[in-house]
C-alpha cells in the first residue's frame, strides 16, 4: 500500500515510525475527562509513544476527541485492561519498569527516574490518582518537583512533563536515531499507518 503514497507522505511516515519508542509506553488508570485522555495521545504521539494502556475498572472510558487529540488517537496503538494487576504484568514479563505518578513523601522526583530503559509510566485519574494497586504493585512512585503553593498539575499537563523529560533523556543516548523494529517489522508496520 505505501507504493500509492506521495513520496512526501512516505517520507513523513518512515521519519515517525522510526522514532517511535517501543521500550516507553504509558498507562491511564480511569482517567474521565475525555479531554485529558485526548491530550496525553497528543503528547505521546509527539514523543513517539507506540502505545497507551487504558486501565478502566470504575470509570466509563471516555469518548476520545479527534479535535483535542489531533488525531493522534489514530497514530497510537490502545490496549484496554479492567485491572491493574493485569496490565503491569503484562509489562513486567517483558521486563518493564512500572513508574507511577503520585504526590507522596515516598516517591522520587521525576528527574531521578532513568527512563531510558523499558518504561511503563502510569497517570492517575483526576481526583483520586493511581490506585493503591498500583502504588503497591509499581517498581518506584514519583513527583514533578513544583516550585509555587500548588501542589499538582492537571493529569494531562503532567503527562506531558513527563513524557518530555523521558523525551530529553532519549535523545541525550540517541535512541532516536534507530528503531529497535527489524526490517520486516518496520515495513510491516509501515503498511498499516499508510492504509490508515
Not at 164 to 179: F, I, P, S, V
Amino acid at each position: 500500500m505505501s507504493k500509492f503514497l506521495t513520496e512526501r507522505r512516505l517520507a513523513r511516515l518512515k521519519n515517525a515510525l522510526l522514532q517511535r519508542q517501543f521500550s516507553l509506553s504509558v498507562a491511564i488508570e480511569n482517567i474521565h475527562d475525555p479531554h485529558n485522555v485526548s491530550a496525553i495521545f497528543r503528547t505521546c504521539d509527539a514523543v513517539g509513544v507506540p502505545k497507551v494502556n487504558l486501565i478502566y475498572n470504575t470509570e466509563k472510558l471516555p469518548k476520545i476527541s479527534k479535535v483535542t487529540s489531533a488525531s493522534a488517537f489514530k497514530w497510537v496503538a490502545k490496549q484496554r485492561f479492567t485491572s491493574v494487576e493485569d496490565c503491569f504484568n503484562h509489562y513486567k514479563k517483558q521486563g518493564f519498569k512500572i513508574y507511577s505518578s503520585l504526590l507522596d513523601e515516598n516517591s522520587i522526583s521525576l528527574y531521578d527516574i532513568d527512563l531510558t530503559g523499558k518504561s511503563l509510566i502510569v497517570f492517575g485519574n483526576e481526583h483520586r490518582g493511581v490506585s493503591d494497586e498500583a502504588v503497591k504493585l509499581s517498581d518506584h512512585t514519583f513527583y514533578i518537583p513544583m516550585r509555587g503553593m500548588v501542589q499538582s498539575l492537571n493529569v494531562s499537563v503532567a503527562a506531558a512533563v513527563t513524557l518530555y523529560e523521558a523525551q530529553r533523556q532519549r535523545l541525550l543516548n540517541g535512541m532516536y536515531d534507530k528503531t529497535s523494529l527489524s526490517n520486516e517489522e518496520f515495513e510491516n508496520m509501515l503498511d498499516e499507518w499508510a492504509n490508515r
